[in-house]
């Protein structure tokens, strides 16, 4: 079982069990005064469900590694590295190991670079049917990126019988710190 985590707070946290879409939400949040945050308790509840339907199963995790954008401002930027920091330490506490994805290198993989957003969700639709359901809307595209990140883990860091090859150093993971073995 692979959990493919988009991080921002309008992304999602999808299952992908030997290749194939299984459950997913969008990036479960609160409010906290006047700011969105992650609902930590709501997502490590999702996983552990997840986890717990399937007993005996190798269970994995990729997070997209991202970083500030430029023009954002350092708020927006301190609140996107607190969401990601927080997916991590569930991550860890649960004992799940993790990866995190380049963006460029796992959308190279699949013929998304300098595509629309939108046809990360359009070519998940083809590949997943049978999630189809859950990837109608353009507002969906978070949890498309965080199937397609979870393929791309299940590809190329778990040995997946397509697993590209790569001599770019970047495809490699970068092992989440603190991640349970």
Not at 44 to 71: D, T, W
Not at 85 to 90: H, N, P, W
Not at 92 to 103: D, E, M, Q
Request: with cysteine; glycine share 12%; aromatic share 6%.
């Amino acid at each position: 079982m692979t959990f493919g985590i988009d991080p921002g707070l309008t992304g999602a946290v999808v299952t992908l069990l030997d290749g194939v879409a299984g459950p997913m939400i969008d990036m479960p949040t609160q409010r906290v005064g006047d700011w969105g945050e992650i609902d930590a308790r709501a997502l490590a509840l999702f996983i552990r469900e997840q986890r717990a339907a399937h007993p005996g199963a190798y269970v994995s995790a990729c997070i997209e590694k991202v970083g500030a954008m430029p023009g954002d401002g350092g708020t927006s930027a301190f609140r996107f590295g607190e969401t990601s920091g927080a997916i991590k330490a569930i991550l860890s506490v649960l004992g799940i190991p993790c990866t995190r994805a380049i963006p460029a290198v796992w959308k190279r993989s699949f013929g998304l670079t300098g595509q629309p957003k939108d046809a990360a969700r359009v070519q998940a639709i083809r590949r997943f049917p049978e999630v189809s359901e859950q990837l109608k809307r353009k507002k969906d595209n978070g949890r498309a990126d965080a199937l397609w990140i979870a393929l791309w883990h299940e590809q190329t860091q778990m040995g997946g019988v397509d697993a590209p090859t790569s001599a770019d150093p970047r495809a490699r993971a970068h092992v989440c710190s603190g991640a349970a073995a």
